[in-house]
């Protein structure tokens, strides 16, 4: 499921407001520097366009000279939200999100939904990116409205993303690196607004993704010594609430998000730091000690290197 489910639930990996809502918006967007309240009311709508329609389409995902396909069927029914994935390239798999209950909702997508924030004078994600609205170009079939998110420092990436302009359901969405370049593009190649009813074909590799907690025995294997991330980009925040000593850490703000895994080694190793990037997404890791014992940390997200190494060297022990 990963990036490309993602693009569809975020800010990603989709998911009206009220015209007095929006106007009121606008006024204390005054306020902020870059709260365009027209993009942000956008990105709101898409956030919560998840809940609210259902459809079947095939998506494609590219990175560099990488190209996926994946047909996907979303279902909102009876206050529950399922979700069917199948490679169309590769080896086929399938993964199936079942049953994600409506009134969960995840921070990324409260983060984005800063209507109320704006209307009492807080800037929400305008703190922290730039947006601009054109108008948008066919996708799908579909005729869709731009936002452009610029970011306000290095720490994370910009955006261009085609939003459907009855719905909201993100379209088609671009990773922009340094220069404008664009590391990655998600789109929508065909898309109705219908629940899937044909049966699917037999493939190779079957996921079920539930909506559940980390296993104790998941917690147990982490470091001992309980530990922090002295350092993140502001506007970045816990995505959920881990064990102390859990291996795990996970941050957005919103639009991008990314993980720190920690994982205990048996015996030291040698000086140095891997890096491997993809698109939009960048996997740094590096050797440390931690409470005394040797760990292995890595960062891993849609976030460019220089951040995802300053996260990891902020790690520490401690409250």
């Not at 027209?38 to 095939?58: I, P």
């Not at 000279?65 to 979303?74: E, L, T, V």
């Not at 996708?139 to 998110?149: E, M, N």
């Not at 917690?219 to 291996?247: E, H, K």
Request: hydrophobic share 40%; with cysteine; glycine share 10%.
């Amino acid at each position: 499921m990963g990036a490309i489910s993602y693009k569809l639930k975020r800010g990603s990996r989709q998911l009206l407001l009220a015209v007095a809502c929006l106007a009121s918006g606008v006024a204390a967007a005054a306020s902020c520097t870059g709260a365009d309240a027209e993009a942000l009311a956008w990105l709101d709508k898409m956030s919560r366009s998840v809940n609210q329609v259902s459809y079947h389409g095939v998506v494609t995902f590219q990175r560099g000279d990488d190209m996926q396909a994946m047909q996907i069927s979303h279902s909102v029914t009876d206050g529950l939200v399922s979700e069917r994935l199948i490679e169309l390239t590769g080896q086929g798999a399938e993964v199936l999100r079942v049953d994600h209950p409506l009134e969960c909702v995840h921070p990324g997508h409260r983060l984005l939904r800063i209507g109320a924030e704006l209307q009492s004078g807080e800037c929400g994600l305008a703190s922290y990116y730039r947006f601009r609205v054109s108008d948008g170009e066919l996708v799908a079939g579909r005729q869709a409205v731009q936002v452009h998110i610029e970011p306000r420092d290095m720490y994370r990436y910009g955006y261009r993303m085609e939003l459907d302009r009855e719905t909201g359901l993100l379209l088609k969405s671009q990773t922009m690196g340094r220069g404008g370049k664009v590391l990655e593009k998600f789109q929508f190649a065909s898309l109705s607004y219908a629940q899937d009813e044909a049966a699917t074909e037999e493939t190779r590799l079957v996921h079920v993704a539930r909506h559940t907690h980390p296993a104790p025995e998941q917690a147990a294997a982490a470091p001992a010594a309980q530990w922090n991330v002295g350092w993140l980009p502001l506007g970045f925040t816990l995505t959920d609430l881990p064990q102390a000593t859990s291996g795990r850490r996970t941050y957005t703000d919103g639009l991008a998000v990314f993980s720190v895994f920690l994982e205990p080694l048996g015996q030291d190793i040698r000086p140095g730091e891997g890096v491997v990037s993809s698109g939009g997404t960048t996997s740094y890791t590096r050797g440390m000690h931690l409470g005394g014992q040797p760990v292995l940390v890595t960062v891993i997200g849609e976030v460019p290197l220089n951040t995802a190494r300053m996260v990891a060297d902020s790690i520490g022990v401690g409250h």
